[in-house]
Structure formats: structure tokens, C-alpha cells
């Protein structure tokens, strides 16, 4: 059986299983492909905003021996020698963060205990609402948080990765971007129908 994907979700999909090993070696991370965990699109609500928990979709979350990647994905940038993550994506990055924080300030047997402590203040985010009790949110992070506490000891480093997917035809160019994100530049290499590529 052949799949074909098309945009965004397509690429990351195809990085994931095709090209894990280069991206961490960008963060000289020697973590072999069968030691790392793969979150493809792990979604936490897509209604958004200051007085909701909802913060939106990863294109991936990587878990490796030692550290935590959260991934966004750009296609096809346009000429400028800037890429700039939009706003609500530096959002999403700094609110998981600020969970696996307090996470690791005590031992949470659910999530009740943990919204019952935890802080509603993302620092130069502001306060923003938790995850409500009995919610889908509440259960999708805390299978994740709960996971990544079973496998690190120690909080864990977390790296923002936009991974940046040009067209084949383009020429490689200098590009910049937020200093808190590390670009890593793929290009698909796979069979193609017109816009739609081989998974």
C-alpha cells in the first residue's frame, strides 16, 4: 500500500520516520532512533486564548535519551531571510514548558492533586487558566507528562525546533529566526505526485 500526504503534516511525518537521526545530530544528540519516543501532532485543544487552557498543536513532540524537542513545521518560506515563528506557536512552547515545570515540583498521583498546587502564572506569559479536571486536555497531558517524569529523573532539557521544509528548486539561503528556536532545514528527497508526497 502506498500513502500519499500533502503539506505540513505530510513533511513532519515523513522527517519523523526518515530523518530523526539528522535532526538531533544538529543538537549533538547521540540518542539512537529505537531510545526516542515520537508525539506526532499531539493536539492540547485548538480553541485558544487568554481565558481558556486550550494552547493548540505540536507538529511533534521528541522525546530522546536525555532531552525534549518541541517541533514546529514551515513549508516552502517565502524569499525573505527571516523566519519568524507567529505568536500563538512561541505561546504554545512557553505553557508546555511552564507544565513540565511544575511537574517536577512534586509527585502528582492525578491530575486533581496537580491543579489543586500548580501555578496559573506563566511568567511573562501571564496567568492563564490550567487544564480543568475530567478534561480531554487534563488527559492528554497528563499521559504525556506522566511519561516524560517515568523517564527522566531529572527534569529534562527542552529544545524548540521549527523545522523549515524549501522547495527543491530553491536555493539554500541564510535564514534567521526567533533566537529561542533552533532551525532545522529538510528537504524531502522521496517520490512526489504533483504536491503530494510518498509516506
Not at 526518515?18 to 493536539?43: A, G, H, K, M, T
Not at 519568524?84 to 511544575?102: G, M, N
Request: aromatic share 12%; net charge negative; charged share 25%.
Amino acid at each position: 500500500m502506498q500513502i500519499l500526504g500533502y503539506g505540513e503534516d505530510a513533511l513532519t511525518l515523513w522527517a519523523m520516520k526518515n530523518r530523526l537521526p539528522y535532526i538531533l545530530s544538529q543538537f549533538n544528540d547521540n540518542s539512537l532512533e529505537d531510545e526516542c519516543i515520537v508525539f506526532y501532532r499531539p493536539s492540547f485543544g485548538r480553541r485558544g486564548g487568554i481565558n481558556r487552557a486550550e494552547f493548540g498543536e505540536f507538529d511533534a513532540i521528541v522525546l530522546s535519551k536525555h532531552t525534549i524537542y518541541l517541533i514546529e513545521s514551515k513549508e516552502n518560506i517565502d524569499k525573505s531571510k527571516t523566519i519568524v515563528p507567529r505568536s500563538v506557536q512561541t505561546l504554545r512552547h512557553k505553557i508546555f514548558r511552564h507544565y513540565v515545570d511544575e511537574w517536577y515540583k512534586d509527585h502528582f498521583p492525578d491530575w486533581t492533586s496537580f491543579e489543586m498546587v500548580a501555578s496559573s502564572y506563566y511568567g511573562d506569559v501571564g496567568f492563564k487558566k490550567l487544564a480543568p479536571v475530567d478534561s480531554l486536555l487534563s488527559d492528554n497531558l497528563g499521559s504525556i507528562l506522566r511519561l516524560i517524569k517515568e523517564r527522566y529523573i531529572q527534569k529534562p532539557d527542552i529544545k524548540d525546533v521549527l523545522l523549515h521544509f524549501p522547495l527543491q528548486e530553491d536555493k539554500p539561503t541564510p535564514l534567521t529566526i526567533d533566537p529561542a528556536f533552533t532551525l532545522v532545514t529538510l528537504t524531502y528527497t522521496g517520490a512526489k505526485l504533483g504536491n503530494y508526497i510518498s509516506l
